[in-house]
């Protein structure tokens, strides 16, 4: 019989689930937020907080292209795609870029035409309610960015820069609105200046968050020390003398390496082919976050020395 789960004790949660948990705290947080810049920005009259609002938004519809990304990438392999579908979330990631591109675009055109034309200095509760997002969005960044490296999502990661460059275009509409009510009429453009400034690094951020997603998608060799580790897990299994070569290629929240093992060159087959499923199982239990493992047995040459 199996063994019953224990009452008020609950399964750990897989990396999945823990993504799944983190993208929907990151909707609800944008879409409270939203509705609070949009109307404080229309109400106290701040465009820089009405751009915020709008990048807000797009964080929203970003979310949830995470979301669906988690929940695609998370499938388990089938016949059609035998290492699984990790791959959707760095392609996931290159939309939710897309859509930081498009909401800085429009923030920078709308800037540009606010800076020429007159209008009301902004009011001064505005910057009590930006000093609020500040803080609540850099906390945000924190635990988003800290969950997404525990379970090694690259599209969590994106989600988490959306929330810092949240709050570096909050900063500089503080800024903006703190600087045209200090000087006055006439510098009433500070907090056009704000949001352009803002949409400035959104872009940049952008492609900060593009990089490695692409370099995900090429198979880009990033993980020396993962490859260090392996090494250093796979010498502990009793048979394996030494290791060769070893790829690793990043799929979603799986890691596929390929490792070149030697061994004694007597072994029969059959106990070659023991030994590297003692490796596998070894690497999985050490590494959890390895995917698929491909083990090929290399026989010791006299005239080389094992470490």
Not at 63 to 87: E, M, N, Q, T
Not at 101 to 110: F, G, M, W
Request: negative net charge; aromatic residues 8%; hydrophobic residues 45%.
């Amino acid at each position: 019989m199996l063994e019953k789960e224990k009452p008020g004790i609950k399964a750990p949660l897989s990396v999945e689930q823990q993504a799944v948990r983190t993208t929907y705290f990151s909707i609800i947080g944008n879409v409270a937020l939203a509705s609070l810049k949009g109307l404080a920005g229309y109400f106290g009259n701040s465009y820089a907080l009405i751009a915020d609002a709008i990048e807000s938004t797009a964080d929203v519809f970003s979310s949830f292209l995470v979301l669906i990304g988690i929940k695609y990438s998370s499938r388990p392999a089938d016949k059609d795609h035998p290492y699984g579908h990790g791959r959707a979330e760095p392609l996931v990631t290159f939309l939710v870029v897309g859509f930081l591109i498009t909401s800085a675009t429009i923030i920078a055109y709308e800037s540009i035409l606010n800076i020429g034309r007159p209008h009301d200095l902004p009011h001064p509760f505005t910057l009590i309610v930006l000093a609020g997002i500040i803080t609540w969005k850099e906390i945000s960044y924190r635990l988003v960015m800290q969950k997404s490296k525990e379970i090694n999502s690259s599209s969590l990661k994106a989600d988490a820069w959306h929330h810092r460059s949240d709050a570096i275009t909050s900063v500089a509409a503080f800024i903006g609105i703190s600087v045209a009510l200090l000087l006055g009429k006439g510098y009433e453009s500070a907090d056009d200046w704000a949001a352009l400034f803002a949409a400035g690094f959104i872009l940049y951020n952008s492609y900060l968050i593009f990089r490695p997603a692409l370099g995900e998608i090429m198979d880009e060799h990033l993980y020396d020390d993962l490859v260090e580790e392996i090494r250093v897990a796979s010498m502990e299994v009793e048979g394996i003398l030494d290791t060769e070569k070893c790829f690793v290629r990043k799929a979603g929240m799986k890691y596929h390496i390929e490792l070149h093992a030697i061994v004694d060159g007597s072994l029969t087959v059959r106990e070659g082919h023991d030994l590297s499923h003692q490796l596998k199982d070894a690497l999985h239990i050490k590494i959890p976050t390895l995917g698929h493992i491909l083990i090929h047995i290399e026989p010791v040459q006299a005239d080389v020395q094992v470490r």
